[in-house]
């Protein structure tokens, strides 16, 4: 069977279910410590309760960036530091993709990654589809790092990185930037630390009741037994609460890109209210911003 397109808007080329059972065989090998949350992330996409809200906004402004690197000639350089799984490689190569097929041939992908499973599903990706696909397994803060890219693509990087090091962190990436490059920021804003934490729970919850059906109608398959895969959804119910880089207003994020080397180019505050089940509803803030030297 063809993979799924990545001209399709919704899909992106993904398999989800694919991504799911893959992970859950790679993850215990690979990423022992943080196992859990790379399967409960990675099934929760399996389910109806919404996850990444903001990819059709993301890629919008990701396709904007890449018409504009397409106009020249040559190669497009492109970093993603962080992957939790495929999601943001294939939202990438999905915007490229739908500039055209010239366009996306040109693309150079390299994907960072402290973990391996995300980085061998990355690979297996660029495979499928064909793409020109690097990966690193590093330390996302380690001063040793260094690229030559076009486009930096990060989403939902800065919140697991300290406040403290969030300015060496920003610099270090406009350091690898071409002359014309620029930085592409998705990152949440927890404007209400309570009431957030209490719809991460319900979603959590009700994603957690989704996977047991999947499961027990056998249309989610995965290495483990499925009491296993629900024992480390309820262990990971927690998992990200409390990150040391999260973001409580957009005035946060303009105060740190003004104490930074890099130039705004755009900074936009998107807000959704989002259905989990019927009358059970969350909200969810981001910012998105794109930088240059």
Same mark, same amino acid.
Not at 103 to 126: H, Q, Y
């Given at each position: 069977?063809?993979?799924? #397109?990545? @001209?399709?808007?919704?899909?992106?080329?993904?398999? &989800?279910?694919a991504?799911?059972?893959?992970?859950?065989?790679?993850?215990?090998?690979?990423?022992?410590?943080?196992?859990?949350?790379?399967?409960? %992330?990675?099934?929760?996409?399996?389910?109806?309760?919404?996850?990444?809200?903001?990819r059709p906004?993301?890629?919008?402004?990701?396709?904007?960036?890449?018409?504009?690197?397409?106009?020249?000639?040559?190669?497009?350089?492109?970093?993603?530091?962080?992957?939790?799984?495929?999601?943001?490689?294939?939202?990438?190569?999905?915007?490229?993709?739908?500039?055209?097929?010239?366009?996306?041939?040109?693309?150079?992908?390299?994907?960072?990654?402290?973990?391996?499973?995300? $980085?061998?599903?990355?690979?297996?990706?660029?495979?499928?589809?064909?793409?020109?696909?690097?990966?690193?397994? %590093?330390?996302?803060?380690?001063?040793? @790092?260094?690229?030559?890219?076009?486009?930096?693509?990060?989403?939902?990087v800065?919140?697991?990185i300290?406040?403290?090091e969030? @300015?060496?962190? +920003?610099?270090?990436?406009? %350091?690898? $930037?071409?002359? %014309?490059?620029?930085?592409?920021?998705?990152?949440?804003?927890?404007?209400?630390?309570?009431a957030?934490?209490d719809?991460?729970?319900r979603?959590? #919850?009700?994603?957690?009741?989704?996977?047991?059906?999947?499961?027990?109608?056998?249309?989610? +398959?995965?290495?483990?037994?499925?009491?296993?895969? +629900?024992?480390?959804l309820?262990?990971?119910?927690?998992?990200?609460?409390?990150?040391?880089?999260?973001?409580?207003?957009?005035?946060?994020?303009?105060?740190?890109?003004?104490?930074?080397? @890099?130039?705004?180019?755009?900074?936009?505050? +998107?807000?959704?209210?989002?259905?989990?089940?019927?009358?059970?509803?969350?909200?969810?803030?981001? &910012?998105?911003?794109?930088? #240059?030297?």
């Amino acid at each position: 069977m063809s993979p799924p #397109s990545l @001209l399709d808007p919704v899909s992106c080329g993904e398999d &989800v279910f694919a991504n799911a059972a893959r992970i859950s065989d790679l993850a215990p090998e690979h990423c022992v410590d943080c196992a859990d949350n790379h399967i409960r %992330s990675a099934v929760h996409r399996c389910t109806p309760v919404p996850k990444g809200v903001d990819r059709p906004e993301f890629i919008s402004l990701i396709k904007g960036i890449l018409a504009g690197k397409a106009a020249r000639p040559g190669n497009i350089d492109i970093v993603i530091p962080g992957s939790a799984d495929t999601n943001i490689l294939a939202a990438t190569a999905h915007a490229a993709a739908v500039l055209g097929g010239e366009v996306l041939n040109r693309c150079r992908f390299t994907v960072i990654d402290r973990c391996a499973t995300p $980085l061998i599903l990355c690979r297996e990706f660029g495979a499928r589809h064909r793409l020109n696909v690097e990966t690193l397994q %590093s330390d996302l803060t380690a001063n040793s @790092l260094h690229f030559a890219a076009d486009i930096i693509v990060v989403h939902s990087v800065l919140r697991f990185i300290p406040h403290a090091e969030h @300015l060496a962190f +920003l610099n270090r990436l406009g %350091s690898w $930037l071409n002359a %014309s490059g620029h930085v592409i920021i998705s990152n949440r804003l927890r404007l209400d630390k309570a009431a957030e934490a209490d719809s991460e729970f319900r979603k959590r #919850s009700a994603a957690n009741a989704a996977i047991g059906e999947r499961l027990a109608e056998g249309a989610l +398959l995965t290495r483990e037994p499925s009491t296993v895969v +629900l024992e480390r959804l309820q262990r990971a119910m927690h998992d990200c609460d409390g990150l040391p880089g999260e973001f409580g207003s957009l005035d946060e994020v303009r105060q740190l890109i003004a104490r930074s080397q @890099l130039q705004e180019i755009s900074l936009e505050y +998107l807000s959704w209210t989002i259905e989990i089940t019927p009358g059970n509803t969350f909200d969810r803030h981001r &910012v998105h911003a794109v930088l #240059s030297r």
